[in-house]
């Protein structure tokens, strides 16, 4: 990154770097956590069984309002355990070294974090990414009713709300519902978002996962939890996260474990969290109303939700710039190339720009058929639907997500806005 480039830019002058940087998304700690630790330290729970879990788990599954709740390591362990419940549901237990999904087709959201869709191939599935839809940026029912044309065959679909807003979830399940497909939902950037007056995680069916890494609405420095509905599920998860060890005096296996469990040491940050959930959903949302007033001026619109159906917890606040703002730029594989035009910008001018003065954004998630990893997997898009033919390509060209940190003064968002405006001039 060519840092003087833009501090000597001339349309930058006056602007000075952040002192302290501006991050992306950062843990906000609130002072309780470390009673919990310090708990989980002095009753020597100091291992994958506690109170923190146990009251975590309790908070969870009550704040969704799903039945039941295990705590686990991560987001990612919890999408993967998701996987293979279904996986188990479908088609059965595969001998030792063979996956839950091997040789099946798992249609899965194409906009989104690797981690999503990942697990498929975990349990020796093949993802067919599905077209993203431009209301919510999330999978396009559209797309998913093409898909199940193509492949009848399929019977499991895994979908992400993306940065915090809800897709179109009840498009989508009646889609699924009528192909007898089960869903696994993924709710790590959604905790707090509902869907017509729902939780998101309430949806999947067997499972849904919710992640606690560091740079989500609360965190507990890692850990994820995974989210369902019936009792088979809750105990076949339990097991598996455990080492699957079966009811014997020794260590009998019948199936092949996990160390997947969540630690009690993190439960006690996420515990000391949760009742700051709704708090933190506040600050993303005044955030993000911020950024539309601020940047209304600008050929650009905000990630965009379902106005009256979904309330967004807007964990980033996203930008996408008109096609006739977007300044020419070209993307590689691992780089990109612009030029500086007046009147117009890119997602990497302001990227640059940004961090040239010590504040965090991100590109948005490069769609996952774009990945060299899957780049043989089948995509799935709606020829005619939109101008575009790829619609999470060409979010990914001309978006970007802002620092989002629900720390961030209004000072600070306000020359977050004023350096964003440089960009445009
Ligand atoms: C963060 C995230 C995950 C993974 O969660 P971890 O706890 O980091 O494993 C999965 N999916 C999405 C969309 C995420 O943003």
């Not at 000391?272 to 709704?278: D, I, M, R, S």
């Not at 620092?403 to 405006?421: G, V």
Request: glycine share 8%.
């Amino acid at each position: 990154m060519n840092k003087d480039k833009y501090l000597n830019d001339s349309r930058f002058k006056d602007i000075k770097p952040f002192d302290k940087k501006v991050w992306l998304s950062s843990p906000t700690m609130h002072g309780e956590e470390i009673k919990y630790i310090q708990e989980a330290y002095d009753t020597n729970w100091m291992t994958t069984i506690g109170e923190n879990i146990n009251e975590v788990e309790r908070q969870l599954k009550e704040k969704i309002g799903t039945n039941y709740c295990i705590g686990l390591a991560t987001g990612t362990s919890a999408l993967h355990m998701a996987v293979k419940l279904a996986g188990e549901k479908l088609y059965g237990r595969p001998k030792a070294g063979h996956g839950y999904l091997e040789g099946k087709k798992v249609f899965c959201s194409d906009m989104t974090f690797d981690a999503t869709v990942n697990p498929v191939a975990y349990e020796g599935g093949e993802a067919v990414f599905i077209d993203t839809e431009y209301d919510t940026w999330n999978m396009d029912p559209v797309a998913l009713e093409k898909a199940f044309e193509i492949y009848p065959e399929v019977k499991l679909v895994v979908l992400v709300h993306l940065y915090g807003v809800p897709a179109k979830i009840d498009e989508l399940l009646e889609i699924c519902n009528n192909h007898d497909a089960l869903v696994i939902e993924d709710a790590c950037e959604s905790l707090g978002a509902t869907y017509k007056g729902k939780q998101t995680g309430i949806f999947g069916n067997p499972a849904s996962a919710i992640s606690f890494n560091g740079n989500k609405i609360i965190t507990g420095s890692s850990g994820g939890a995974l989210l369902t509905n019936d009792e088979y599920s809750l105990n076949k998860v339990k097991k598996w996260s455990t080492q699957s060890r079966e009811d014997a005096p020794w260590y009998q296996h019948e199936e092949i474990g996990y160390n997947y469990r969540m630690s009690n040491v993190i439960a006690g940050v996420i515990r000391g969290q949760v009742p700051y959930l709704e708090e933190h959903i506040e600050q993303k949302r005044a955030i993000y109303k911020t950024y539309k007033e601020g940047l209304k001026d600008l050929p650009i619109t905000l990630n965009p939700y379902e106005e009256g159906i979904s309330e967004p917890t807007f964990w980033l606040t996203c930008i996408l710039i008109d096609e006739d703002a977007l300044a020419p730029i070209t993307y590689y594989e691992t780089y990109s190339e612009y030029s500086i035009e007046p009147g117009k910008s890119s997602p990497s001018e302001i990227l640059e720009a940004l961090a040239a003065f010590n504040a965090e954004g991100r590109p948005i998630w490069k769609p996952m058929h774009a990945q060299p990893i899957y780049k043989d997997h089948p995509f799935i898009t709606v020829e005619g639907r939109y101008k575009t033919v790829d619609v999470g390509m060409d979010i990914f060209r001309r978006g970007l997500c802002l620092p989002s940190d629900n720390k961030m003064t209004i000072e600070e968002q306000d020359k977050i806005i004023d350096i964003i405006h440089r960009c445009f001039e």
